[in-house]
């Protein structure tokens, strides 16, 4: 059976705005539906700074999905809901989460500040932005020595491999699934092969 856990903050459009919240997330659940995927514990966690990310992170849920990994999605902001991502990443090793990949852009700090709060590992995906993700990049990739996050590329490909190096850290402890990403890359071997110019 599947289970539909809601992670994400959802408003009814009918209810007053709540004071203490600073956003109005009230259309976000017909963006981002409310989140996981079945009724195992999500093994990943994909959080993102704003719904603006979300066209570009939905690739590390649809590769999550293919692989069959147990995830969830939601938005949360280094800035605008600080108190939120500390307590997310905090309490991710409690829910028997392995992996968190965080989406952000401009001054991207969500990756950052998710890894200062747990040592699972921490993948950081750079979104697109006013100065082309350049900016995102760098502010996900410099991190201190001793907190680190594995920062993949700007933007879908970007998200799209985040997933992909989710599946491959927990393949390295499920033989199931290594094998699924060994047919995986066949496959798309294959595709390559199948290619012609004319
Ligand atoms: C970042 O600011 C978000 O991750 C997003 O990439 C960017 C713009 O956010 P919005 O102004 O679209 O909400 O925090």
Known sequence: MVRKVAVTKCRNPADPLDPEDPLDLSDLCDEIPPMSTSSEA?????????????????????????FGVPHEYR????????????EYASGAIGRGMEIII?????????????????????????????LQGLDSLLSTVQMPKGIPVATVAIGSSGAANAGLLAVAILATSRPDLRAKLQAYRAEMAEDVKKQTLS
């Open 42 to 66: 999500p093994l990943v966690g994909i959080i993102m700074g704003s719904k603006s990310d979300w066209d570009a992170m939905k690739g590390a849920a649809e590769m999550l999905a293919r």
């Open 75 to 86: 938005v949360m902001s280094a800035h605008r809901t600080p108190a939120v991502v500390a």
């Open 102 to 130: 965080a989406g952000a852009g401009g001054a991207a700090h969500l990756a950052g500040v998710v890894a200062a709060h747990t040592v699972i590992p921490v993948i950081g995906v750079p979104m697109t932005s006013a």
